[in-house]
């Protein structure tokens, strides 16, 4: 549970921070610019690094694989069961179809990376690390790109995207590459210095810290009358993808370390990506907002019941 503080902290942190911006009369868009540069620092120049020296240092093993297929089940998983709840409320409660593609994708997409990473990284060290890339770029990342995509195509105002883009997309994310090198490096027996890997180490610790404090400062207020509506996908993210990794994890014969990681990067809230989304592809972006931020407040609800329930 100290950890667990310790992750509430950071966020607090950055909300803190947020409203000490905002009292300081520190422009909206300022505060955003800021964040989307920070979050692009480490995406672009950092997490490849930590990603690389992921797959040179530990080996690649079934378990990835599993977890793999696990959240890429999971994922799926959820988003039918989305879709076939908010098909039957869009007619009921005569929700836009806007808004029912940000509610489908927030609810099938999490923040595996800026939450999940540092939570899987306090608790399990390198191993957890290396178990939480397979969940995000073996699958979360490319169902991002391209099914996510196709739910705001379908349901939004947006220009359209072709499969093609999305693959290329993937492709040119650094990440990927850091992932594939550190692999190459690896099997080739190709030695890097021992002060590289020891620097990263204290980079990646540094940068978990710095994510979380992100996390905080880009959470923002709700508005009350999409509570209701948001409610069932809030839900599904949070406990209903859990119960999904669990079940596919078991099956797939999962235990321990690699089922704690499963079962975590499912309870991840909805992914900050989400906005970006939905601002170029034509679904509700206020909606998107509001599900960051409703689902990260559940996630840190849930979350202490989930380490003590399984006793990570």
Known sequence: MNMFSEILLLILIGISLRIIFTILGIPYEKIENFRDRATN????????????????????????????IVANLTIISSLTISWLIYKKLAQLKKISSEVVGTLLMCSAFGNVLYIGLPIVT?????????????????????LTWTLAV????????????????SIITIIKIPSIWGLIIGFIFRELNILIPLELTNSINLISNY??????????????????EKF??????????????????????????????SLNVCLIEASMPSMLLSIIFASAFGVDARTAVEMIFLSTIFCMVFLPLLFLLFQF
Do not use: H, Q
Request: net charge positive; aromatic share 16%; glycine share 8%.
């Open 228 to 257: 209701k509506v948001s409610l069932t996908a809030i839900l599904v993210k949070i406990i209903i993808s859990p119960l999904f990794a669990l079940l596919y994890g078991n099956i797939a014969g999962l235990s321990g370390i």
């Open 207 to 224: 940068v978990i810290s710095f994510m979380l404090i992100i996390v905080g400062l880009s959470i923002k207020a709700v508005t009350s």
């Open 122 to 142: 306090k608790l399990y060290g390198e191993e957890g690390m290396s178990y939480a890339f397979s969940y995000d770029f073996l699958a979360s990342t490319p």
């Open 150 to 165: 196709a739910i705001c195509m379908k349901y939004g105002k947006g220009r359209g995207i072709r499969f093609r883009d």
């Open 41 to 68: 620092l480490v995406f672009y120049y950092i997490i490849p690094f930590i990603c690389f020296k992921t797959t040179y240092t530990m080996p690649f093993s079934l378990n990835n694989i599993k977890i793999a």
